[in-house]
T-cell receptor
Framework: DVKVTQSSRYLVKRTGEKVFLECVQDMDHENMFWYRQDPGLGLRLIYFSYDVKMKEKGDIPEGYSVSREKKERFSLILESASTNQTSMYLC?????????????FGPGTRLTVL | LAKTTQPISMDSYEGQEVNITCSHNNIATNDYITWYQQFPSQGPRFIIQGYKTKVTNEVASLFIPADRKSSTLSLPRVSLSDTAVYYCLVGDPSSGSARQLTFGSGTQLTVLP
């Protein structure tokens, strides 16, 4: 059974802290994605990676960075957390070289920045 | 990028067929239409994808008219467990850009007993 796991379901951090959100997939997928989900705004793409060490900005990359050192792991980094980054963060992966292939999502991390 | 428009919410009763329509007036020739389902506290789950006419799987059917400016997700005989948010996406499978992965706000379907 395909699986995408995220390091935490709930996370509380303080303004200015550096925050790491980890995502691991066990399906040997090439593509990995980070989204944030806010009420009324749906899912918005933050960053996308199509290969190890490769990344592409999504719609809202400001305030975020990513790291993909291994194929199965994709990390989202908030360099200096701010209250407007309080949100649900969803990681996904998809196979192959086509970005639009079926995505498999993790359960999400609800981040609260105080 | 093709923008999509869906109703914000819909209510239905158990056992009924539900049709959720998505408008995508500026869909491009190479674009496909994909639908995802999201339950509370979970990530979205792929339901169905199509290019034209009709596609059916064990979960749903997808109807796409000839002009492809809209599409309709059809859920037969819904149950309470079909209560979820449904997202319509439009994009080109051959494109290497992730910028087309716009989920929008989706349609909240509530199935009533």
């Amino acid at each position: 059974d395909v699986k995408v796991t995220q390091s935490s379901r709930y996370l509380v951090k303080r303004t200015g802290e550096k925050v790491f959100l980890e995502c691991v997939q066990d399906m040997d997928h090439e593509n990995m994605f980070w989204y944030r989900q806010d009420p009324g705004l749906g899912l918005r793409l933050i960053y996308f990676s199509y290969d190890v060490k490769m990344k592409e900005k999504g719609d809202i990359p400001e305030g975020y960075s990513v790291s993909r050192e291994k194929k199965e792991r994709f990390s989202l980094i908030l360099e200096s957390a701010s209250t407007n980054q309080t949100s649900m963060y969803l990681c996904a992966s998809s196979p192959g070289t086509l970005v639009y292939n079926e995505q498999f999502f993790g359960p999400g991390t609800r981040l609260t920045v105080l | 990028l093709a923008k999509t428009t869906q109703p914000i919410s819909m209510d239905s009763y158990e056992g009924q067929e539900v049709n959720i329509t998505c408008s995508h007036n500026n869909i491009a020739t190479n674009d496909y239409i994909t639908w995802y389902q999201q339950f509370p506290s979970q990530g979205p789950r792929f339901i169905i994808q199509g290019y034209k006419t009709k596609v059916t799987n064990e979960v749903a059917s997808l109807f796409i008219p000839a002009d492809r400016k809209s599409s309709t997700l059809s859920l037969p005989r819904v149950s309470l467990s079909d209560t979820a948010v449904y997202y319509c996406l439009v994009g080109d499978p051959s494109s290497g850009s992730a910028r087309q992965l716009t989920f929008g706000s989706g349609t909240q379907l509530t199935v009533l007993p």
